[in-house]
């Protein structure tokens, strides 16, 4: 069964607001990658998050990896029409080199 | 981003044609996947090449067929595929296959009638 999973699945986001999507996994993680997806495009890197309780940050984005390393959190302040598109977090089963993806979730912004 | 090429970018085929899906990838990477990704789905991965080698077949259905002829190119053979089959096909790259990010081409998005 799957072994990521995303939640919430949609988020409607008020332009200007904040929001919060949640990554977790069944079993313990050794690293926690974040991709988006535009509408109509493709997966793009975003980040990698490998230590227990890692936090990184990218202008109005924040990375968190759990201390477990079991879930994940991805953070948008303000946001901004160019956050439209659907968010993966995919990570790696320890001593597995599959990366297991999550179903991802589609942000949708009004303006 | 030109790093990971596919074509075709659409294809309509039925039932009983034979198609073949291409990659290219330019950033010297050894390791080239196919995903499948369908609507509210996750990621399939379906193969996994590593220097040439195919490591993974993620329980794929004999009628998709793998071929990686090199480090750089990655083609995906198809044959008498189904309906369900229709879905974006997904391309990507990484340096090695070990917690390297992966690199994804623009996709195929595939319709069978």
């Known amino acids: 069964g799957q072994q990521v999973m995303q939640i919430p699945q949609y988020q409607h986001v008020q332009e200007g607001e904040d929001f919060t999507t949640y990554c977790n996994s069944s079993?313990?993680?050794?690293?926690i990658q974040w991709y988006k997806q535009r509408p109509g495009g493709h997966p793009v890197f975003l980040i990698q998050?490998?230590?227990?309780?890692e936090v990184k940050k990218q202008k109005r984005l924040t990375f968190q990896f759990g201390e477990a390393k079991k879930n994940s959190s991805l953070h948008i302040t303000a946001t901004q029409t160019t956050d439209v598109g659907t968010y993966f977090c995919?990570?790696?089963?320890?001593?597995?080199?599959?990366?297991?993806f999550g179903a991802g979730t589609t942000v949708t912004v009004r303006a | 981003e030109t790093g990971v090429t596919q074509t075709p970018r659409h294809l309509v085929m039925g039932m009983t044609n034979k198609k073949s899906l291409k990659c290219e990838q330019h950033?010297?990477?050894?390791?080239m996947y196919w995903y499948k990704q369908s609507a509210k789905k996750p990621l399939e991965l379906m193969f996994v090449?590593?220097?040439?080698?195919?490591?993974e077949n993620n329980s794929v259905p004999s009628r998709f067929s793998p071929e990686c002829p090199n480090s750089s190119h990655l083609f995906l053979h198809l044959h008498t595929l189904q309906p369900e089959d229709s879905a974006l096909y997904l391309c990507?790259?990484?340096?090695?296959?070990?917690?390297?990010?992966?690199?994804f081409g623009p996709g195929t998005r595939l319709t069978v009638l």
């Open positions: 990507a790259s990484s340096p090695g296959i070990a917690y390297n990010e992966q690199f």
């Open positions: 079993t313990t993680l050794s690293n």
């Open positions: 995919a990570g790696h089963i320890s001593n597995d080199y599959k990366l297991s």
């Open positions: 998050l490998v230590k227990s309780g």
């Open positions: 090449y590593n220097f040439k080698e195919q490591t």
């Open positions: 950033l010297g990477h050894n390791a």
